[in-house]
């Protein structure tokens, strides 16, 4: 299971006491944190809000479901890539970060060009990444493609190539 303390400890070394119902965080004999203590799954993951850096702590109003929406107002295949981003970690809040990222590029870009670096990065894989819609963007995508109508050709035999291509003409006698 894993337990916050204040980001002040950080790489600092600390005591630990643990009883049945509380984990108990010390650095030089004074507590610095306690948590109920958890069962079950493991990797839960305690987090007291106060423990996190002010940076940190803006990323708690965020969660899965409020990025769904946002993508989804820019496009399906917004969504879609969010989703993916989103299913990728763990730790659903490890992917806040390029989530974000992803959903402000359609600021710098349009969304039009988000949506359809998005549609490209699906073309290619199943689960892309932020980075990789930023690298496409980078290229220079334009516009949404538009599925292109394959024109019919005028053979509808299986021979490709006709008699004048093998040095013969049916038309001369």
Same mark, same amino acid.
């Given at each position: 299971?894993?337990?916050?303390?204040?980001?002040?400890?950080?790489?600092?070394?600390?005591?630990?006491?643990?009883?049945?119902?509380?984990?108990?965080?010390?650095?030089?004999?004074?507590?610095?944190?306690?948590?109920?203590?958890?069962?079950?799954?493991?990797?839960?993951?305690?987090?007291?809000?106060?423990?996190?850096?002010?940076?940190?702590?803006?990323?708690?109003?965020?969660?899965?479901?409020?990025?769904?929406?946002?993508?989804?107002?820019?496009?399906?295949?917004?969504?879609?890539?969010?989703?993916?981003?989103? *299913?990728? #970690? $763990? !730790? %659903?809040?490890?992917?806040? =970060?390029?989530?974000?990222?992803?959903?402000?590029?359609?600021?710098?870009? *349009?969304? #039009? $060009? !988000? %949506?359809?670096?998005?549609? =490209?990065?699906?073309?290619?894989?199943?689960?892309?990444?932020?980075?990789?819609?930023?690298?496409?963007?980078?290229?220079?995508?334009?516009?949404?493609?538009?599925?292109?109508?394959?024109?019919?050709?005028?053979?509808?035999?299986?021979?490709?190539?006709?008699?004048?291509?093998?040095?013969?003409?049916?038309?001369?006698?």
């Amino acid at each position: 299971m894993l337990y916050s303390c204040p980001y002040e400890y950080i790489k600092r070394k600390v005591d630990v006491r643990v009883t049945e119902r509380v984990l108990e965080i010390f650095y030089n004999h004074n507590r610095i944190a306690s948590h109920k203590r958890l069962y079950g799954r493991k990797g839960q993951y305690s987090t007291t809000l106060e423990h996190m850096p002010p940076d940190h702590q803006k990323y708690l109003e965020w969660n899965g479901e409020r990025f769904k929406q946002w993508a989804q107002r820019i496009g399906p295949n917004t969504h879609q890539v969010i989703i993916a981003i989103l *299913s990728s #970690s $763990r !730790v %659903e809040q490890q992917t806040y =970060k390029s989530c974000m990222g992803l959903l402000k590029l359609a600021e710098r870009h *349009s969304e #039009s $060009r !988000v %949506e359809a670096a998005c549609e =490209k990065a699906l073309s290619y894989t199943a689960s892309p990444s932020y980075k990789s819609i930023k690298n496409i963007l980078a290229t220079g995508i334009k516009e949404i493609s538009k599925p292109e109508t394959e024109k019919p050709t005028k053979n509808t035999y299986g021979i490709t190539r006709g008699a004048n291509y093998y040095g013969g003409n049916y038309n001369d006698k």
